[in-house]
Structures are given as C-alpha cells and as structure tokens.
C-alpha cells in the first residue's frame, strides 16, 4: 500500500505560479513512477506530468510543455509539480499518482484545489 498527500494548491491569478507537493508513506520502495493528473467539474481526470523513479524519465501533456516542470526528491519520498504562467482552464483538482508494485497498481492522494482567476 502506498499513501499519498498533497499540498500546494490555492487561488492564483492567472499567469501566476504555485508548486504542488505529494509526500508518499508506506511501501515507497515499490513505487516506479509518480505523477500528477488534473481533473476539471464535468471533465475527465487527465495527466499533466509524470516522472519515474528510476531513470527520472519525464513526460508532460503537450499544453504544460514549458510552463509545468515535474520533480523528485527520493530521499523525501517528495515529487512536486512547479507550475508556471497558469492560464484559467488549468483550474481544477490535481491528484497525485503512484504506480507501486509488479501489478502497477495505481494510487491516488485526495487532491488539492487549484484555481486560476482571470
């Protein structure tokens, strides 16, 4: 099992920045890649970045390209999300992303409220 915690999000106007943080507990040693997914009211949950553990392997939704940079600190279990000129259609709830174990199973933090006024 592997626990996550977000914290970070906020109100920001837009073209402002914030820094998303998830803390992972529990079998941490098992987790191969982390990520953040953001999900907007009446849309699906989507991935923004991701990062694996190992090789620091990245990869951002093409829209983020630039302005989002995806980070770990291991001996922290800590993987943030720097998110810079945020427009207002990246408003949303972003979750945190754990695969973990030979099934890559995936959990999930609670979510933290991110909202961009224009």
């Known amino acids: 099992q592997v626990q996550l915690v977000e914290s970070g999000g906020g109100l920001v106007e837009a073209g402002g920045s914030l820094r998303l943080s998830c803390v992972a507990s529990g079998s941490i040693f098992s987790i191969s890649a982390m990520g953040w997914y953001r999900q907007a009211p009446g849309k699906q949950r989507g991935l923004v970045a991701r990062?694996?553990?190992?090789?620091?392997?990245?990869n951002n939704a093409d829209s983020v390209k630039g302005r989002f940079t995806i980070s770990r600190d291991n001996a922290r279990n800590t993987v943030y999300l720097q998110m810079n000129s945020l427009k207002p259609e990246e408003a949303g709830v972003y979750y945190c992303?754990?695969?973990?174990?030979?099934?890559?199973?995936?959990?999930w933090g609670q979510g933290t409220q991110v909202t961009v006024s224009s």
């Open positions: 992303n754990s695969v973990a174990g030979s099934w890559a199973v995936n959990y």
């Open positions: 990062i694996t553990t190992s090789g620091g392997f990245r």
